[in-house]
């Protein structure tokens, strides 16, 4: 008897907390409705909410959740009104506002589901699909409201991005995308342009890079390509991305799709492609590559270099010095001309009879002034140190002490 009793007072003690609760949800939907509300008025009401939410009786229903989701469009949308009209408002304060208000939606449209049942309480069979027949209460306002602010989302990621945000900023690109996508939006013909969608994946791209997601940030670049982004920065950034995460296939795939569409206008993409084809000893398609572009632009020195390297792989170094000096000629300050033209001047020297004659004397002399220049513009490349040492310790000089 007991048992029951306690059962029984436990029961109640639930359905009183239970009422208790969504008393408070109608009080504050009642607050909400109100005119001429603050912002603080929002924040007061969304206290509130935010305790039923945490309740176990109530934080299981749609409703609650679709009024702390409501709660926060309706922050957004005063502390934008409120800056229209002059205030100082944080952008990105008005953002989080409308991000969470969205993940909140998304909590509500979950919960949302209301099965439908005949006078005895049997649930309704869809005869079409043999599935219970349900319908939504909260859905549509939910739609509406989050439909009805696509553009808001593109403009608060770009205050993150800003701000130095960047996956609040991801977040809200990512809003946006699915929102402009969603089957929705296309019911309430709101109709994004491909440019426009590319657009905001390229600098949702950016941001995840910016986060050193670098595996997120060749998707979203990806994606950016897709929706015909194409241009220079966006292949630029792509190609960044995929040296980080090392792909070296994809990233050849990418140099290539670049130089194609864009010409001679990199020499980057042409060197990673002619690195590619060295590396594959695909000797004809480097030599095919490099005298198209040098035909198309002859004073872009990294093309000599480029071509000085193919020689020097195929007919030597004496062959490929007249390129390489080509190279530093039209420009002085290119570190790996300056190293490849030191560096063949010195494996011209140790390549005869004696490496201390006269000519590999001279030839040292000559190396070194390029080697140091390559040593001061890239100091921890370790082949450039590797070989001026040499030369400073065959020919006497002091300065290997300071290597």
């Not at 009793?5 to 029961?11: N, P, R």
Request: hydrophobic share 35%; glycine share 4%; aromatic share 10%.
């Amino acid at each position: 008897m007991r048992k029951i009793f306690a059962a029984i007072i436990l029961v109640s003690s639930f359905c009183f907390a239970a009422n208790a609760q969504q008393r408070l949800v109608d009080e504050v939907k009642k607050e909400i409705s109100g005119m001429s509300l603050t912002v603080d008025n929002y924040k007061n009401s969304l206290k509130k909410i935010n305790k039923v939410l945490e309740n176990e009786s109530t934080g299981s229903k749609a409703e609650p959740w679709w009024v702390a989701g409501k709660i926060q469009y309706l922050i957004y949308d005063k502390m934008m009104n409120n800056r229209a009209a002059g205030e100082n408002i944080k952008s990105t304060d008005a953002g989080k506002a409308l991000i969470d208000g969205y993940d909140k939606f998304q909590q509500a449209l979950a919960k949302d589901t209301v099965f439908s049942t005949d006078k005895r309480g049997n649930p309704v069979i869809d005869k079409k699909t043999g599935k219970r027949k349900f319908k939504t209460k909260y859905s549509h306002d939910i739609m509406n409201r989050v439909v009805d602010h696509l553009v808001d989302y593109s403009a608060v990621a770009g205050d993150f991005y800003l701000a130095g945000d960047w996956a609040s900023a991801y977040k809200a690109w990512e809003i946006y995308h699915n929102t402009a996508r969603s089957s929705w939006a296309r019911k309430k013909k709101i109709i994004e342009p491909d440019s426009v969608i590319g657009y905001n994946r390229f600098f949702q791209g950016m941001a995840a890079y910016q986060n050193k997601e670098y595996d997120k940030a060749v998707e979203m670049l990806a994606d950016a390509r897709n929706y015909d982004y194409r241009k220079k920065r966006l292949y630029d950034a792509w190609i960044d991305a995929l040296m980080k995460v090392q792909d070296t296939i994809y990233l050849v795939s990418v140099a290539h799709e670049a130089h194609d569409r864009l010409g001679a206008k990199d020499p980057r993409y042409v060197r990673i492609l002619i690195n590619h084809y060295l590396k594959s000893k695909n000797y004809d398609e480097a030599g095919a590559l490099l005298d198209e572009v040098l035909k198309t632009d002859s004073t872009v020195a990294e093309y000599y270099d480029l071509k000085g390297r193919l020689i020097d792989t195929q007919q030597g170094h004496d062959a490929a010095l007249p390129y390489y000096r080509k190279a530093v000629e039209l420009d002085p300050d290119l570190p790996m001309a300056l190293f490849d033209l030191g560096n063949a001047l010195y494996s011209k020297a140790i390549g005869g009879d004696d490496h201390r004659s006269p000519q590999a004397m001279a030839l040292y002399q000559e190396a070194t002034p390029y080697l140091e220049k390559a040593h001061k513009l890239m100091p921890r490349n370790e082949d450039v140190k590797k070989i001026l040492s040499r030369i400073y310790y065959v020919t006497g000089n002091t300065k290997l002490d300071e290597l």
